[in-house]
T-cell receptor, first 112, second 117 residues
Framework: DAKTTQPTSMDCAEGRAANLPCNHS???????VYWYRQIHSQGPQYIIH???NNETNEMASLIITEDRKSSTLILPHATLRDTAVYYC?????????????FGKGTKLTVNP | DTGVSQDPRHKITKRGQNVTFRCDPI?????LYWYRQTLGQGPEFLTY????????KSRLLSDRFSAERPKGSFSTLEIQRTEQGDSAMYLC???????????????FGPGTRLTVL
């Protein structure tokens, strides 16, 4: 699985968009980008995933660059409850065991 | 609440004792995962079950660790002769394995925090 690089921490004002970057320069053609988040004292929560097209769901948008070497998770209107550690994971979606390999993630703090 | 429950939520034990944790996945989920998370780190994969079969184990899972999923429903993780280095949060996740090319998101439980004194 390709390695990812994320900033250790970020801050965002409540109500503003939070843009969380992830670098995955060694990603290969069949590897997907997944995002999970972990709110303090809870288990991780799935947010979104994508291969090469931009994706949007009720939680967030995922923008993947054309060369697929980086991506950005966008929380359009951050709330205090979005304060969490956000993990960017790159792996092949191949069925079978879909184990996740987490890095240290980005600690996002949403400030009032 | 994701629908995945873990018991107990907290466990304090003395070094050398055995401990057992339980995970109840979402009822229709055939896949179950165990992860371990230490302070400041992301979760690390330990093992994976599809129904009752344990199909993958991490090298992190030493011979003091054993996991079962006897009827393809709940799962237990036992640690024998605990060491202080076993202190961590133990997370369980489940997913519905479907064929056809769709990603099966994992739903995580709240975890069991183990402290070994």
């Amino acid at each position: 699985d390709a390695k990812t690089t994320q900033p250790t921490s970020m801050d965002c004002a409540e109500g503003r968009a939070a843009n969380l970057p992830c670098n995955h320069s060694t990603i290969s053609g069949n590897e997907y980008v997944y995002w999970y988040r972990q709110i303090h004292s809870q288990g991780p929560q799935y947010i979104i995933h994508g291969l090469k097209n931009n994706e949007t769901n009720e939680m967030a948008s995922l923008i993947i660059t054309e060369d697929r070497k980086s991506s950005t998770l966008i929380l359009p209107h951050a709330t205090l409850r979005d304060t969490a550690v956000y993990y960017c994971i790159v792996r092949v979606f191949q069925g079978g065991s879909e184990k996740l390999v987490f890095g240290k993630g980005t600690k996002l703090t949403v400030n009032p | 609440d994701t629908g995945v429950s873990q018991d107990p939520r907290h466990k304090i034990t003395k070094r050398g004792q055995n401990v057992t944790f339980r995970c109840d996945p979402i009822s229709e989920h055939n896949r179950l995962y165990w992860y371990r998370q230490t302070l400041g780190q992301g979760p690390e994969f330990l093992t994976y079950f599809q129904n009752e079969a344990q199909l993958e184990k991490s090298r992190l899972l030493s011979d003091r660790f054993s996991a079962e999923r006897p009827k393809g429903s709940f799962s237990t993780l036992e640690i024998q002769r605990t060491e202080q280095g076993d202190s961590a949060m133990y997370l369980c996740a489940s997913s519905l394995g479907r064929s056809g090319g769709s990603y099966n998101e994992q739903f995580f439980g709240p975890g069991t925090r183990l402290t070994v004194l």
